[in-house]
């Protein structure tokens, strides 16, 4: 570990020491603080997502705002998670309280690199512990931006960035300042993260992966969800974890399904990515978009067929929509992170439950259709770690949010976020 980010690491937790000494209410008071800041720089800190990985500035200045609105949920309900709770027993008294754990290490990803951080950073402060940021190499301008939006005059400083590569995040969590580490990103990197945090004995939450299955019944009107099928794919430049990848549709609806996806993608166009009438950038790197095109083009190899798009220029990457997919292809088993939806059909919903659980991944699904009760009948029947009913799967500050299988362990927002990193401690008095 250099010098440099021990020095960091001594501080936040000297920070500790005295911020957990903090009563909630003034807890409260630095976050307001914090969205004030946020809402101000909205703008510009939208800007600085843009230039670092491409997103256009209308997601990215959404993306701020949907920040704030998480601070809102912690600002509102934060001191009632964090009372703990009583206990009914035989003894005279018997309660729980949460108390904060120290430094927490945040090691994040560079899709959504406000939100990610916000919904790890302020459930972590606010429950009493000081953070540690290590951001992705490619989002240098949003690590600065947050920095300064957290440094709040006449508060202890609580949030701190490092710098380092992804090799030397072990040695940081062999430190024993830090507490716990909370990391969103690729199946490879939660791995070796949640080893190292498993030999240590430190909790960890993993936000990893998905491969999500859109699904679509017979009886529903399709022109009611196109629009919500092209944002559940190609938001963000089809970079997001909960993305709907995979497209399940019945076949006697397959057909019309395929033709009005595909004249929706058409109208998706790339242009001036601070124009905020764009709707899709670049994808953040140029490997990334290789990876996806490789997926791509193994799965043609192998029988699908591309309907629209299937080109890329660098990191440009088209909005495409492949079809006559299997089960036995990349495009079915890998995580498609880019701007490529796949259409499957299906003849049972038992048999779509059973390609929607195909998969090392276990995020999210979503269901459409007009009889909700069957839809509700079929939830448990999921391996995933949220089922979204004529909805696409989306993240709020309301609601946990993790996954099953290879997409991680744990749970962000909500009330779970908040305890994700407190020691709920059991008080008994005879």
Not at 23 to 28: G, I
Not at 115 to 133: E, K, S
């Amino acid at each position: 570990m250099n010098a440099v980010v021990s020095t960091t690491l001594d501080r936040a937790n000297q920070s500790f020491l005295e911020w957990k000494s903090v009563n909630v209410a003034e807890r409260v008071v630095y976050l307001q603080q914090v969205k004030a800041k946020l809402l101000a720089n909205l703008q510009e800190y939208g800007k600085c997502m843009t230039l670092d990985m491409h997103k256009p500035i209308r997601q990215a200045v959404a993306e701020a705002e949907k920040s704030a609105r998480l601070i809102d949920y912690y600002i509102e309900n934060g001191e009632e998670i964090l009372k703990g709770r009583t206990i009914k027993t035989d003894w005279t008294e018997t309660y729980t309280v949460n108390d904060p754990l120290g430094v927490i290490l945040g090691v994040m990803p560079w899709n959504f690199p406000f939100w990610q951080v916000f919904r790890f950073a302020i459930p972590a402060i606010l429950a009493g512990n000081t953070v540690v940021v290590k951001h992705a190499s490619n989002v240098p301008l949003s690590a600065k931006a947050l920095e300064e939006c957290f440094s709040i005059e006449g508060f202890e400083q609580v949030y701190f960035n490092i710098t380092v590569s992804g090799k030397e995040v072990d040695a940081i969590i062999e430190s024993p300042i830090i507490k716990g580490v909370s990391l969103t990103g690729s199946e490879a990197a939660g791995s070796s993260v949640g080893k190292k945090a498993g030999e240590l004995i430190k909790p960890v939450v993993l936000e990893l992966g998905g491969s999500n299955a859109f699904i679509v019944r017979e009886d529903v009107d399709i022109d009611a969800i196109i629009q919500t099928a092209i944002n559940a794919r190609f938001q963000n430049t089809g970079q997001s974890c909960i993305a709907g990848k995979r497209f399940l549709i019945h076949n006697s609806i397959k057909q019309e399904f395929t033709d009005k996806l595909v004249e929706a993608v058409k109208l998706i166009k790339f242009g001036d990515l601070m124009d905020h009438e764009t709707n899709i950038g670049l994808m953040a790197r140029e490997d990334l978009a290789v990876e996806l095109e490789t997926i791509m083009n193994d799965s043609v190899k192998m029988g699908a067929k591309v309907l629209v798009g299937g080109k890329r220029d660098g990191a440009k990457f088209e909005p495409t929509v492949i079809t006559d997919v299997t089960d036995q292809m990349p495009a079915f088993q890998l995580e498609t992170f880019g701007p490529l939806a796949v259409i499957v059909g299906y003849e049972t919903f038992d048999e779509a439950i059973s390609m929607s659980n195909d998969s090392r991944f276990g995020l999210g699904v979503a269901m459409f259709s007009k009889d909700v009760e069957y839809l509700k009948s079929k939830v448990h029947e999921f391996d995933e770690g949220a089922v979204f009913i004529n909805e696409m799967v989306i993240s709020d500050p309301r609601v946990p949010f993790g996954g099953n299988k290879f997409s991680g362990i744990g749970r962000e927002m909500a009330e779970e976020g908040l305890l994700s990193f407190v020691n709920k401690k059991s008080v008994v008095i005879k």
